[in-house]
């Protein structure tokens, strides 16, 4: 782990996900697709197979597509 050049960290407790692409900062998305237009808006416009790809994005602190604490 700790590869992959997106990483979705882990849900806030009022909801949503901050994203990072090679440790910058894009965003926070609230569900994917927010995720996929974060990406889209960080020149990549097909993300859509990428986001269970573990080579490209990795999921932190709780479950891939998961946007809430529990």
Do not use: C, K, N
Not at 38 to 44: F, I, S, V
């Amino acid at each position: 782990m700790g590869f992959a050049p997106i990483v979705v960290h882990h849900p806030s407790q009022t909801g949503g996900r901050r994203v990072t692409v090679r440790g910058e900062i894009l965003g926070l998305a609230q569900d994917d697709w927010e995720l996929l237009e974060l990406l889209r808006e960080a020149g990549l416009p097909d993300a859509v197979a990428m986001l269970d790809d573990p080579a490209w994005v990795e999921w932190r602190g709780g479950r891939a597509h998961v946007w809430h604490a529990a």
